[in-house]
């Protein structure tokens, strides 16, 4: 037996490799599996094998398949919205304008707010809060696995 960061290693390298197999050959099987036993109901999440301590969850996650359709409203939309924008432009422009000043003045307003949430009892309170979490911090050690 080697070393235990080899026989840590070695592990990680079993578990990717476990995982591989899991994704490729397993995952589709019991995908179909479970949909044998939903009857293919995509109405909701369904619960399809289950022990004391665990449970396996049917779901249909939405995809959205690439197709000539998709593309050109895509690409109409796409149009459209450069469109609007070059005939707006200008009040476009404004608008951000009056936006930047209400984001500026939005600042200013809550650093007024700060300003009254702080004082120099509160200043020495978080630096001593600051000094006693540096005293009692630890690092703990960890491995990262690159594989």
Known sequence: MGSYL??????RLDIKKREEELKTKIIPNAVAEAIDLTGGDRSAKRTVFETPKQKIILRYRRQVIETPKVS???????TEKTRLFEANQQELLELEKRIQFHREQVEVLEEMKLALLHSPHLKGLELRLKLAQDQ?????????FYL
Do not use: G, Q, Y
């Not at 009692?136 to 990262?144: C, D, I, M, Q, Y």
């Open 72 to 78: 050109r409203l895509m690409s109409d939309i796409s």
């Open 6 to 11: 080899e026989l840590a290693l070695n592990h």
């Open 136 to 144: 009692a911090t630890k690092f703990v050690p960890n491995l990262s």
